[in-house]
């Protein structure tokens, strides 16, 4: 929906006026100063409660109204500031021997931090309410002013919750501070040190929502506290604990304290009766002892929607306290469930509860009798709010290969949050006759089609609650466009063996565009291009292994029936090594707890030459992988994987390493299971012992190196105690001992030792 601004005389219907206002020109009139600084041309001052510091004040604006009018009460007021928190001048220096107000008004809601400044003021208050208390959330500091009164100056602030802990020492005069305010009552008020406080009539006079003691203040030096608690919201509790604190203190003489309609009750009847009593003498001006507390009727009020604010309304007698639980439940009737933390007398009704119905419990209690508990009625199903799709529009040029975008600028989701679905439509009207539904076009997009040309489109939204939107006038007639697109760039991973892609930025085209490319490869990337491949219609090609450091471009012609074609080429990219492939015929022979494992090399080395490669066997032994490397271009192709357990089988697979890094790794080997021999020595004579291994026909022993010369293999025992014996004489020197298991001519297994002697 669209709503128009406020113009000529209805403009006052929009702004928020609580107050008289007092303008600018008029305090000038009075002899007021009032002038306005540039924010920038102000420093910027703390809030806090000591010399130079601000008096800050925190507003939450409505912003269901066009303006939001705040004035304040400034009186006795020497070279005073005051900063509005929305970026406008600050107003001042202001300077008024008697009483000034300072006019504002915001534009837009939420919450602002006003801050009060300068030399000194007297007064900050009014005879009567002021413009915009009833939007002040919280008194944040008292600033360095040397304020000498606060009377009347939060009088009727409903939205107040907080104030700062301590209360300046130079005020003597609260009278009317809190009158008929909506302040509850925080954990700092009973804490103010009202020393040298003479004035406190009327301080909490119809603050109905009060109910805090004020025991801790010291009323020695107040003269006049007429009216002071009348009709305050002060539970009997809090009265008791207020008697007896005043009893249990120095106190000034004859002093009358205005507390109609509060009761107290035999906690407190003792101070009540001691504070009347000679030499003091008080007055005090309150409704006798209390009965037990009744709790005739709960009711509510406020909108039943959510973002809405319900309030229970409880009557009840003899000022009991009164705590609250909101409850919610599915059917109203029933089952009813707390609301957690929701404890105030006010609900903010959550988005969650619609749909749902609400009540508030009340608990009444005044120390006198039993507590007494009533629920309110339920509440009527919490209604969401409807959702809006206000004006479409469509937004996007008319042309095939683009995209047209439907715009719902002024869209209200709604509470449940309503979902757009979009209908797109086309008709070969400007007006619309005989249109038809464009199937599947459902989403807030539509990519136009060579098949729409010469014909009109357009969109209808829904939310699901109200009449569908639709636009008008119709976006069209569709247009073809030549065949073109911005650029064209390869991409891959340009190593050999993989893809590389062209492509297209920025494609568009008229009925039946094709798309073809060609690759070409050259060994410089500035002359001598040939094509390699056929010219295709798809976008990739598989770089061969011949292609390896050589550059690749390619060239793309876009054609379309009637329009000329369209050619570009990409620039030259080179084309890189990529890793090995896997070695093959990787093959393991058991040996003395290691096994030798042998293979062929990759078909392929990815264009740069292997320089090692690292064997790896499982399973682990314990928790360490075995494995074995080939000495740097040494061109080995197998190497020995030392440290196996014998009698255990593995398995073994190879990584061919290059400049680019490991390949991936072969196929497993098959299972290879390690012998253990048991070497000993006797002077020259080695003895090498072991388990017979399977299937084996034949065990022989030959040396190498120092001695070159056959041992004597020999088997002897049975069951669990048969072994392979294998004896030979060396000679000094360092010789290389093989001793090797055959089953027929096939070596299964071969143990190399080296022995000094």
Not at 251 to 257: C, K
Not at 748 to 754: E, G, L
Request: charged share 10%; with cysteine; glycine share 12%.
């Amino acid at each position: 929906m669209r709503s128009s601004s406020p113009s000529g005389t209805n403009l006052t219907s929009h702004l928020r006026r609580v107050a008289i206002a007092v303008t600018a020109s008029a305090l000038v009139a009075l002899g007021v100063g009032v002038g306005a600084t540039p924010a920038a041309a102000v420093p910027a001052v703390a809030c806090g409660n000591g010399a130079g510091e601000a008096m800050c004040l925190t507003f939450a604006l409505p912003s269901d109204l066009a303006g939001n009018y705040v004035f304040f009460p400034l009186e006795g007021a020497s070279s005073v500031y005051v900063d509005w928190g929305d970026g406008s001048p600050v107003a001042g220096p202001i300077t008024s021997v008697g009483a000034s107000a300072v006019p504002h008004t915001y534009f837009v809601g939420g919450t602002t931090q006003v801050k009060i400044y300068g030399t000194s003021l007297d007064h900050f208050g009014h005879g009567t309410s002021w413009s915009g208390a009833d939007s002040l959330g919280s008194v944040d500091s008292w600033g360095g002013l040397g304020l000498k009164s606060l009377a009347m100056a939060l009088n009727s602030s409903s939205a107040l919750t907080s104030v700062p802990a301590t209360l300046p020492s130079t005020v003597t005069d609260i009278g009317g501070m809190f009158q008929s305010s909506g302040f509850a009552g925080d954990d700092n008020i009973g804490l103010w040190d009202t020393t040298y406080v003479t004035t406190m009539s009327n301080a909490f006079q119809f603050a109905t929502r009060f109910d805090k003691s004020l025991g801790a203040w010291k009323m020695g030096s107040v003269t006049d506290a007429t009216g002071m608690l009348n009709y305050s919201g002060m539970s009997v509790q809090s009265y008791d604990a207020t008697l007896n604190g005043w009893n249990s203190q120095t106190r000034a003489q004859s002093l009358t304290v205005g507390a109609a309609g509060l009761y107290y009750s035999s906690a407190g009847s003792s101070a009540h009766a001691a504070l009347q009593v000679d030499p003091f003498g008080w007055v005090l001006d309150d409704a006798g002892p209390a009965s037990a507390a009744t709790l005739s009727s709960v009711g509510l009020s406020g909108s039943e929607t959510i973002r809405s604010t319900l309030q229970a309304n409880a009557v009840t007698a003899y000022q009991p306290r009164l705590t609250y639980q909101w409850q919610t439940s599915v059917t109203g009737v029933g089952s009813w469930s707390d609301l957690a933390g929701e404890t105030n007398f006010t609900l903010l009704v959550p988005d969650l509860q619609a749909g749902k119905y609400l009540r508030v419990c009340v608990n009444a209690n005044n120390s006198v009798g039993t507590p007494v508990d009533l629920c309110s009625d339920a509440t009527g199903e919490i209604a969401g709010i409807d959702p809006s799709v206000g004006t479409v529009t469509i937004t996007g040029s008319a042309v095939t290969g683009l995209t047209l975008t439907a715009q719902t600028p002024e869209f209200i989701p709604g509470v449940p949050a309503a979902t757009l679905t979009y209908a797109w439509a086309i008709s070969d009207s400007s007006t619309g006759n005989g249109s038809d539904g464009i199937r599947d076009e459902t989403g807030s997009t539509l990519l136009l089609t060579d098949s729409m040309i010469g014909r009109y489109i357009y969109v209808c939204v829904s939310d699901g609650v109200n009449q569908d939107t639709c636009t008008f006038p119709l976006t069209g007639p569709i247009l073809g466009v030549a065949p073109n697109f911005s650029s064209v760039t390869v991409t891959g991973a340009l190593t050999v063996r993989s893809t590389a892609t062209a492509t297209l930025t920025g494609l568009v085209g008229a009925p039946a565009r094709e798309v073809f490319y060609q690759w070409y490869s050259s060994a410089n990337g500035s002359s001598g291009w040939t094509a390699f491949g056929e010219l295709v219609e798809v976008p990739t090609v598989s770089i061969p292994y011949s292609q390896f450091h050589r550059y690749l471009r390619v060239t793309v012609k876009v054609t379309a029936d009637g329009f000329p074609d369209h050619v570009d080429t990409s620039s030259a990219v080179r084309v890189s090594a990529s890793t090995p492939n896997v070695p093959r015929s990787v093959k393991g022979l058991a040996g003395d707890k290691a096994a030798l494992v042998s293979w062929t090399a990759p078909a392929d080395n990815g264009g740069a030459a292997v320089n090692y490669y690292k064997v790896t066997a499982t399973p682990k032994v314990g928790t360490t992988t075995r494995t074995c490397t080939t000495v740097t271009n040494s061109g080995a192709l197998s190497c020995q994987v030392n440290g196996l357990a014998a009698g255990v089988g593995y398995r073994f697979t190879v990584k061919a390493h290059n400049s680019v890094g490991f390949g991936a790794a072969s196929a497993q080997s098959a299972v290879v299971t390690p012998i253990g021999i048991t070497w000993t020595k006797s002077g020259k004579v080695i003895t090498a012992k072991f388990t017979p291994v399977s299937g084996a026909t034949k065990y022989t022993e030959a040396s190498t190196g120092a001695t070159k010369a056959s041992g004597v293999c020999s088997v002897a025992g049975s069951g669990s105690a048969r072994r392979v014996t294998c004896v030979i004489t060396l000679k000094a020197g360092k010789s290389t001992l093989t001793v090797s298991a055959f089953k027929t001519a096939t070596v299964v297994v071969k143990a190399i030792r080296v022995q000094t002697v």
